[in-house]
């Protein structure tokens, strides 16, 4: 192999020597990808198709001690880092323009102990594949709510899906973690072993190092549960929400509904005459007695004339990958977000404004509700701290053709700026852009100078900046 030209944390060029690469290659299991390499292309190719980077080194890692050695390496000759688990964030920090990037993609086991009601996760397992080894027990962590995210990105954020409501964010149900640290050393943090460092990888993003296991709380769910989507025309959205926002509240904590606002897809289960048009969706689902959820669901799907309602018994596993279409990889995406304590009336009102006018069949305005699982946590307790947000909305700008771009990326913002007045001011992490910077340190809000002096104490270089990046407490 030739010298290679490589970016440095400065964001200088410096020269590899051939010799040094080699060097590297032999010390590990996994694989060392160059731009000439035959898998480069797919290995920097991450979900959001806007995000276009080009490593000059790719290193494929097998193992923990292959992430040791990589970081290692990194650190002698102070090389530009990102770090890949799923390749879903938005962002696009998971790949770097000219630097390495350690992959940790191939890393894929995850051990169920059915006993103990605990499983243990490499870094490059998706939700989709996690959930299949806990299902097979009929056990299960809050995650999120599209198979094919990453389950490290996620849970570093903090994480959130049909459970948390019941059993919380999956870090609060983190119950240990392996760490190479910015000085390549292994160290495991929980309750009781590096417990600082435990509690910024929760929700502090991959700013404090790169875990190479998880080790996560399984709790008793499906798997059968009640889930599925009821469907109304936006015109009716205004009663249909302000009916489910109050509705919400009498529900016990197994029942989760999320909303949408977009047009509705050519889905066979949708009347042809429906396809396109604005439509509001509640999706569904009671992580419980399949009877009892009926039993609860029913006033909500009794509510008004919905155009479609395919709520039914169905495997958790099924249910977790019903949204993958309309969130698939390859399509451009621009997102906003904010918090939300109420979805007050004011804000139904903008929301549906705004629906009239989406720019993009596959744009959305998608709602999560988080809740009791989630506040019943202290905010100080880990790095996520905005837990008394009701709901978290996302707003997925999302097209194809890159002549919408400027259309598409307008109409999130305008809807980011109208709904801000509702707003608490925080931010979820794993939902930011790469443009969002500023808005870190609100993202943490009293939380922030702990993690400041956190990324002092364990990355005082700030080797890991390709994040949300918290800067280390000067
Ligand atoms: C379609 C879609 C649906 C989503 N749904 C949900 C949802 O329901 N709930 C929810 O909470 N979030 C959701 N998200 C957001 C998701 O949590 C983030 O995008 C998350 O960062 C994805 O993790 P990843 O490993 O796939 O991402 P990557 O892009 O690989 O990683 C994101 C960042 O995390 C860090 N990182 C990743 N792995 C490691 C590691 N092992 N060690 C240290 N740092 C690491 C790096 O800084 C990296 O840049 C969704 C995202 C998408 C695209």
Redesign the pocket.
Known sequence: MPDLHIKTLTGSDTSLKSEAIDKLKESIRGNVLTPESEQYDEART???AMIDKRPAMIVRCASAADVMRTVRFAGEHKLLV?????????????VCDGGLMID?SPMKSVRVDRKGMTARVE?GV?LGEFDRETQAFGLATP????S???????T??????WLSRKYGL?IDNLISADVVTAAGELVTASETDHPDLFWGIRGG??NF????SFEFRLHKVGPEVLAGLIIHPLDAAGDVLRFYRDFIKTTPQEFVCWFVLRLAPPLPFLPAEWHGKAIVVLAVCYAGNVKEGERVAKPLRSFGKPVADIIGPMPFTAWQTVLDPL?APGMR?YWKSHDFKEASDGLIDVLIAHARRIPDPQTEIAF?LLGEGVTKVAKEATAYTHRDAGFVMNVHGRWDNPSNDAKCMGWVRELFQATAPFATGGA?V??MTQEEQERVPSAYGSNYDRLAALKKKYDPDNF?R??QNIQPAK
């Open positions: 991450i979900w959001n990102a770090v890949r688990g799923g390749g879903h964030n938005v962002a696009g920090n998971a940790l870094p998706t995650v999120g709510i599209n094919t995210t990453g389950i490290a990105g996620l570093l954020g903090g994480g959130f899906g999956s993003g991959g190092g790169a875990v190479t969130l995406n999560a979820y794993n939902f890991f390709l994040n």
